[in-house]
């Protein structure tokens, strides 16, 4: 029976039966009347309804059986010569599980996706028909055996080809690109390690193995000749380059350093660097390029030039990836922000500026919103991609190169959620 007090206040006890609910309202003050009911059939009522609806879906389907087709599970490749944009997702929420992003370039439709591990690190090969992954993977997730590996996909059904197992010293960093590169000829990759000492760890591609682990201590990155695929040079905190020379068999390295290129202290460089030709851009926290050459036994400093000169307002180059060099116009594209100053080297962008290598000149400045890394296409007409981390996007911008390069933005797509690289075919 239910007992309901009809005042209040009120001492509530709950007891609970086989198959009913059973409430008991006892007074807390003498002489308030008490109504009482009979408990509700709960089961029964359920029952019933049960009956009904399955009744209701037996006739629905019954009634549509004959409409439904069996669908065939088939798995989708990106179609070669399809332009991609790749975005690499650190997920800094939840490190162990990075992620590559694949775009459609023309309008940022998703492609596909590459788990990446605990910070993994990428790489795309000259042929272009693989990509690499340099990652680690622990037996508890966060914790346990530790085993990194260098992993091949195929980059077109984006499978697994193979893994090579590689030293346990790899840097678990933000995925830059110096952080593993590949030889001119693709035979040899180099993966940064840090313990925190730094190391490099020579892959061979065709012995599918590693060979060697080569100290670069003081020193960070990797930035392969052009010309010579036994040879890469490396930055060092001192202000120097050093340049290591291969064995054939990729086991050892001679080793040759610069004199000191730049001061450190005073005008420290971004370790993101584009190449042009045999050369290579840098760019100065304070807005000053720097070209290099990277062929002969120790590397050289061709000239150096300010993108910022006469520009009323500080404005300084920021971010992770902070640069983009456009090589069939000579065109180098930069992450810019207004009021720069020491410290403020990875502030957003507010512009991009277009700048021509070749003439020494400031072309154009196209407004953006708080983007911290950009690559450009390498096709005839540019085509760029900024990263924007507060909105988690992508921005695509089209250049005219008739009106010396300012950009029109063209698409923006929410990826991902710490996005570091941006690489684009």
């Known amino acids: 029976m239910w007992r309901t007090l009809l005042w209040m206040p009120i001492v509530i006890e709950i007891e609970r039966g086989d198959f009913g609910l059973l409430r008991i309202f006892r007074r807390s003050v003498e002489g308030f009347p008490v109504i009482e009911s009979p408990a509700p059939n709960f089961t029964a009522a359920a029952v019933g309804l049960f009956t009904v609806v399955a009744a209701i879906v037996t006739a629905t389907l019954a009634a549509h059986a004959q409409q439904l087709e069996q669908e065939e599970v088939t798995v989708e490749t990106i179609p070669a010569g399809a332009k991609k944009v790749y975005l690499a997702d650190m997920a800094a929420n939840h490190n162990v599980d990075g992620r590559l992003y694949i775009l459609n370039a023309d309008d940022l439709k998703f492609l596909g996706i590459v788990g990446t591990g605990f910070d993994g690190m990428i790489y795309l090969p000259h042929r272009e028909s693989e990509i690499y992954v340099a990652t680690t993977y622990y037996s508890k997730l966060t914790r346990g055996e530790r085993l990194d590996l260098l992993e091949v996909y195929d980059a077109s059904s984006l499978a697994l080809k193979e893994e090579i197992e590689i030293p346990k010293t790899r840097a678990q960093a933000a995925s830059y690109r110096p952080l593993m590169q590949g030889s001119a000829d693709d035979r040899f990759v180099f ?232 690489e684009a075919d």
């Open 191 to 422: 993966i940064q390690n840090a313990t925190p000492a730094t190391s490099i760890t020579v892959v061979d591609m065709d012995a599918k193995a590693a060979t060697a682990e080569i100290s670069n201590d003081g020193c960070y990155g990797t930035y392969p000749a052009a010309g010579n695929p036994l040879r890469f040079s490396t930055i060092c905190g001192d202000g120097t380059f050093g340049t290591y020379t291969l064995a054939q068999d990729g086991k050892s390295a001679e080793r040759k350093s610069s004199t000191k290129l730049f001061d450190a202290d005073e005008e420290a460089l971004f370790s993101h660097a584009e190449r042009d030709g045999q050369s290579w851009l840098f760019v100065s926290y304070g807005g000053t390029v720097y070209r290099v050459n990277f062929e002969g036994e120790t590397v050289e400093l061709l000239e150096t030039f300010p993108l910022n000169e006469g520009v009323e307002g500080s404005w300084r180059p920021g971010g992770a990836q902070p640069i983009a060099y456009h090589s069939g116009s000579g065109v180098l594209f930069a992450l810019m922000h207004s009021g720069g100053a020491e410290g403020s080297h990875k502030n957003p962008a507010e512009e991009i500026w277009a700048f021509d290598v070749r003439k020494k000149a400031l072309l154009s400045r196209s407004p953006t919103k708080t983007a911290t890394s950009l690559t450009v296409s390498t096709a005839e007409t540019p085509t760029l991609f900024a990263i924007n981390p507060i909105d988690a996007t992508v921005i695509r911008y089209t250049a005219d190169p008739a009106a010396r390069f300012p950009l029109t933005e063209t698409h923006v797509e929410k990826v991902g959620e710490t996005v570091i690289q941006v």
